[in-house]
């Protein structure tokens, strides 16, 4: 049995995120062009590497260097985990930094949870069309690996630079309806990705995609007010579906779209 899925979106080359769920399925020796990177959620995985046998539970992350040779197994009945897939060539562009990391050392080391919370933060934006969000979670996971894992030094935290991170306030202001990529937005304010979400956040507390939900969300309670259908309310806004708009609207405000408007007084 096996329900597995290999996400990857064509304006984000070199990334793919494997979702496994499988049973008695075994990959043979093989190696991959790209850092692994993988939290176990359900079960027991299982491979060879470096000329051991690996045994690794739910609660242990799973680390691979490129081409680095490997057989992969379920050491369980059922195995479940989330491998993140990225390209050695991306990591320039995606880091931003000069010296890049060394690779793991440690195949599968003990994790307090934060990686794992990462991988199932960018799996959920890999299931919407929110570049922004999804651009975001990918360098805060790759960030904290590598450097918890990888030998990669801390980032020294940004200035708030305020003339840009206000410009940059005012387009989410201004094009808060619109599909917006990081990439986008670092070139409008000619800062690298990592560089503008870290003086952001220092400048206003939240992340740039963050700051575009809450934006959305502030519309829409003045939309659905003026009575407009919950789905025209989330299409209009950028959202997904209805369901990424409802759980979007809760997330921010505690209650869904139409308990809000029931509130209100008037039919959900």
């Not at 049995?1 to 080359?13: F, I, K, T, V």
């Not at 051991?52 to 040779?69: D, V």
């Not at 890999?126 to 894992?149: K, Y």
């Not at 952001?200 to 939309?223: I, N």
Request: contains cysteine.
């Amino acid at each position: 049995m096996s329900a597995n899925r290999l996400l990857a979106r064509p304006w984000l080359p070199g990334v793919e995120l494997f979702h496994a769920d499988f049973s008695g399925q075994a990959f043979g020796r093989h190696s991959h062009d790209a850092f692994a990177i993988g939290a176990i959620l359900h079960g027991v995985g299982g491979y060879q590497c470096r000329g051991a046998r690996h045994a690794i539970p739910a609660g242990k992350l799973s680390l691979m260097n490129p081409e680095e040779p490997h057989t992969g197994h379920a050491e369980s009945e059922r195995l479940v985990y989330r491998m993140l897939y990225i390209e050695e060539a991306r990591l320039p562009v995606l880091l931003g930094r000069k010296v890049l990391p060394r690779g793991f050392r440690e195949l599968n080391p003990a994790d307090d949870g934060a990686v794992a919370a990462g991988l199932a933060r960018l799996a959920a934006e890999f299931e919407r069309n929110d570049a922004l969000a999804l651009e975001s979670e990918l360098l805060a996971v790759l960030e904290l690996v590598f450097v918890r894992h990888g030998g990669l030094r801390a980032a020294v935290p940004a200035s708030r630079d305020g003339g840009v991170t206000a410009r940059l306030r005012d387009y989410l202001e201004t094009h808060y309806t619109e599909a917006i990529g990081l990439e986008q937005l670092a070139a409008l304010v000619q800062r690298h990705p990592r560089h503008l979400i870290d003086a952001f956040r220092r400048a206003y507390g939240v992340p740039p995609h963050t700051y575009l939900l809450q934006r959305r969300v502030r519309e829409a309670k003045r939309r659905l007010l003026q009575g407009e259908p919950l789905l025209d309310v989330a299409l209009a806004l950028g959202f997904y579906d209805q369901a990424h708009f409802s759980g979007t609207f809760k997330r921010f405000t505690g209650v869904t779209p139409g308990h809000f408007r029931r509130s209100a007084g008037m039919p959900a």
